[in-house]
């Protein structure tokens, strides 16, 4: 599968059609645990490649301000029509302008072809304030079936991440729902001051 059959048609045909196997129906727990630790609710935050973001619905409930979700896709983003305390946004992410505190990762990283991984950590990198972290999951191991999902591994995302962000925390996801239990890793990656 190439870029352009990742493109907006391919994941509203996804939506369309309900193949969203990656979709949840609730927000991860490994992330709103790293929430509920989060004391300022000024932060901004963006959720690329959001789909439902159900992430957005929960961090809305705990009262954070500041919160902005995009999809290439403007199927998912129906849902958040009218509602003022969630800022949807269809768009391309790496046309995407703006600063952010906060990157939420669930499972958008997954989803890019892998050549455009360097990419995604460059463009996280612009759109983050100093300071500002990515926050989410990444699978750790690769896949037998070509994607999406593609997978990846520590190691990997040690030297993709590394030279442009603090890997401040990349650890086994101890929350994980069943299905996804051991083979994802909760990350923290910082960008320096």
């Not at 059959?5 to 391919?10: A, F, I, R, V």
């Not at 403007?74 to 958040?80: D, E, G, I, M, S």
């Not at 191991?141 to 070509?146: G, I, L, R, T």
Request: charged fraction near 25%; hydrophobic fraction near 35%; charge should be negative.
């Amino acid at each position: 599968m190439n870029k352009e059959n990742l493109g907006e048609q391919y994941w509203t045909q996804r939506y369309i059609q309900n193949e969203t196997g990656w979709d949840m129906g609730m927000a991860s727990p490994p992330l709103t645990a790293y929430f509920d630790q989060l004391v300022s609710k000024e932060v901004s935050i963006l959720i690329p490649g959001a789909g439902n973001a159900y992430e957005a619905d929960y961090l809305s409930e705990k009262a954070f301000q500041n919160i902005t979700v995009c999809d290439l896709s403007a199927v998912p983003l129906k849902r958040f029509e009218g509602n003022e305390k969630i800022r949807a946004i269809q768009c391309n992410f790496f046309e995407l302008k703006g600063s952010y505190d906060l990157i939420v990762e669930q499972t958008f990283f997954c989803a890019l072809d892998p050549e455009l991984r360097m990419a995604y950590v460059e463009k996280c990198y612009q759109l983050l304030n100093p300071g500002g972290k990515i926050a989410g999951l990444l699978f750790k191991s690769h896949f037998e079936k070509h994607g999406p999902p593609f997978g990846g591994t520590r190691e990997e995302y040690q030297i993709l991440f590394g030279d442009k962000f603090h890997i401040k925390e990349m650890s086994d996801a101890y929350n994980s729902i069943p299905p996804r239990f051991g083979n994802e890793l909760f990350v923290i990656f910082e960008k320096g001051i």
